[in-house]
């Protein structure tokens, strides 16, 4: 699946948040092959307590290491996290079974994590720590 691969442009200069990064990617390859397949619902649902469980641990990490390093915008960027989050956690519960609406929201909500925030968001906290040093 070609779509979506790490490359270094998503990286935030920091091994550890990188690897968890890498880990969303792999997540999404799982997703993405299991509702492109029409997998039967117990397949998806493991995928996605995994995704909160990334969410959770990852943003703890990334919020910890923005906090040491005195980002300014760091109450901006938790509102973000909560809210992706949030979106997961109403998808998991609002499809009680495996259709393809929540394949399409899954997958655009990822991608558009990836694109919008890993981008976009998270790229300004690696530039304030880079231009700090
Ligand atoms: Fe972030």
């Avoid at 890498?22 to 397949?37: A, E, G, T, V």
């Avoid at 956690?89 to 499809?95: A, D, G, H, P, R």
């Avoid at 394949?103 to 925030?117: K, R, Y």
């Amino acid at each position: 699946m070609p779509l979506l691969k790490w490359y270094d442009i998503y990286s935030v200069d920091n091994e550890t948040l990188d690897s968890q990064n890498r880990m969303l990617f792999d997540l999404f390859k799982r997703l993405y092959d299991i509702c492109m397949h029409n997998r039967d619902d117990i397949e998806y649902l493991p995928v996605l307590d995994e995704l909160l469980e990334y969410t959770a641990h990852h943003f703890l990490s990334e919020e910890k290491y923005m906090q040491e390093k005195g980002y300014p915008d760091i109450t901006g960027h938790v509102q973000l996290h909560n809210e992706f989050a949030r979106n997961i956690i109403v998808l998991k519960y609002t499809y009680e079974f495996k259709n393809i609406e929540l394949c399409l929201d899954l997958i655009l909500l990822i991608v558009n994590w990836i694109h919008d925030h890993i981008i976009g968001e998270d790229k300004k906290f690696a530039d304030y720590v880079k231009s700090s040093r």
